[in-house]
């Protein structure tokens, strides 16, 4: 274990919006939180009825499905920023609208144990991106959504943000 995946970012690292991701996350190495966050998940998400899946907790909400697949597409665009700072690229990184691929990603014409591996398949490629990274990449910083973040800040958002939707789904879904 590297002893600089285990430095938590700091505050000039990333956007205040952030923060809640990055104080999910337990202190420990990085990557070894990352795998955590998938044994959590399969061990949440793995056994639940299709007809859970398919129902939001309220009104104009996601359904389970959706949700699952928005953190496989928001792990995608924090490792792809991550790639793309830790190589030296500055060009300026844009945002997405989660709510706009929510509504384009057909979760509800997916079973989620197919949801589910693609999630699995997502965090495997990360745990092998940040693995992989050499330690003077973690301190690079770029621009996303016209923010100044660190490559070891989105390792922290990555692993952060599935643990704040577990636990979403955990209190409203099931």
């Known amino acids: 274990m590297s002893a600089h995946r285990r430095i938590r970012p700091g505050g000039d690292e990333f956007a205040p919006f952030y923060g809640g ?10 990557v070894e939180a990352l795998i955590g966050g998938a044994e959590i998940a399969s061990a949440l998400l793995g056994d639940i009825p299709e007809e ?17 697949l928005h953190c496989a597409d928001a ?6 920023r991550a790639l793309r700072i830790a190589r030296g690229d ?3 990184l844009p945002g997405f609208d989660e709510n ?26 990360s745990v092998t991106l940040f693995s992989g ?4 990449a973690w301190t690079r910083r770029g621009t996303a959504s016209e923010k100044i973040i660190s490559v070891r800040a989105l390792a922290w958002i990555t692993a952060g943000h599935l643990l ?3 636990g979403v789904v955990q209190d409203r879904y099931l």
């Open 21 to 30: 991701y990055v104080q999910q996350v337990p202190d420990g190495d990085i």
């Open 52 to 68: 859970i899946a398919n129902r939001a907790y309220a009104p104009g909400k996601w359904t389970l499905k959706e949700v699952v």
């Open 75 to 80: 792990e995608r665009i924090f490792t792809y």
């Open 90 to 92: 500055q060009t300026p």
């Open 100 to 125: 706009a691929y929510a509504v384009l990603s057909g979760a509800s014409v997916r079973s989620l144990d197919d949801i589910l591996d693609e999630l699995e398949s997502v965090r495997e490629a």
């Open 133 to 136: 990274l050499p330690a003077d």
């Open 164 to 166: 704040h939707h577990l």
